[in-house]
T-cell receptor, first 118, second 110 residues
Framework: EPEVTQTPSHQVTQMGQEVILRCVPISNHLYFYWYRQILGQKVEFLVSFYNNEISEKSEIFDDQFSVERPDGSNFTLKIRSTKLEDSAMYFC????????????????FGQGTRLTVV | RKEVEQDPGPFNVPEGATVAFNCTYSNSASQSFFWYRQDCRKEPKLLMSVYSSGNEDGRFTAQLNRASQYISLLIRDSKLSDSATYLCVVNEEYGNKLVFGAGTILRVKS
């Protein structure tokens, strides 16, 4: 069964450092997303990406965050200068169509990258 | 008001029990509705989509009441493996953004 893969599974970084989280979405999917989940809290939307550009972003996704699809398979999330409060599980997801495009379009989630900022 | 609200639980039930979870959402223009399951420190996985007419998948039944902005999930004949957090998820009318509830914890005990 096709799946979304994320690397690394766990990243520890010092405050102020840049991190890049990597994702390989399902190959025939057109929409890509990043969500995050702070420990003990709900899953929160960060950004959606389609046709090589951001289609929607949340208030969390400020200037410290950026996304990129550097080649035909990878989708990355960069945090420029990490803060302690960026510590969370970051989930990449993909879907064939946008989750709002058709009724009940499923988004498939990767296993997540646990980011710890110290 | 929270966009998607769920009873956090935990619901502690014996094997074989029937358990029901409820969820309310604030945006009446929401279009798509889902129940996801999340095991501890794992990714959310789709359990089932929720349709206006209600739908069933084996031991799981989901219902949607658009007038009351209310979604439910019924699990019959609970198994130990059903122990997880159940996430009520909504996609609003515009945009491609899933809004998650905080989840309801289910613990099934032998």
């Amino acid at each position: 069964e096709p799946e979304v893969t994320q690397t690394p599974s766990h990243q520890v970084t010092q405050m102020g450092q840049e991190v890049i989280l990597r994702c390989v979405p399902i190959s025939n999917h057109l929409y890509f997303y990043w969500y995050r989940q702070i420990l003990g809290q709900k899953v929160e939307f960060l950004v959606s990406f389609y046709n090589n550009e951001i289609s929607e972003k949340s208030e969390i996704f400020d200037d410290q965050f950026s996304v990129e699809r550097p080649d035909g398979s990878n989708f990355t999330l960069k945090i420029r200068s990490t803060k302690l409060e960026d510590s969370a599980m970051y989930f990449c997801a993909s879907s064939e169509q946008g989750t709002g495009a058709f009724m009940n379009t499923e988004a498939f989630f990767g296993q997540g990258t646990r980011l710890t900022v110290v | 008001r929270k966009e998607v609200e769920q009873d956090p639980g935990p619901f502690n039930v014996p094997e074989g029990a029937t358990v029901a979870f409820n969820c309310t959402y604030s945006n009446s223009a929401s279009q798509s509705f889902f129940w996801y399951r999340q095991d501890c420190r794992k990714e959310p996985k789709l359990l089932m989509s929720v349709y206006s007419s209600g739908n069933e998948d084996g031991r799981f039944t989901a219902q949607l009441n658009r007038a009351s902005q209310y979604i439910s999930l019924l699990i019959r004949d609970s198994k130990l493996s059903d122990s997880a957090t159940y996430l009520c998820v909504v996609n609003e009318e515009y945009g491609n953004k899933l809004v998650f509830g905080a989840g309801t914890i289910l613990r099934v005990k032998s």
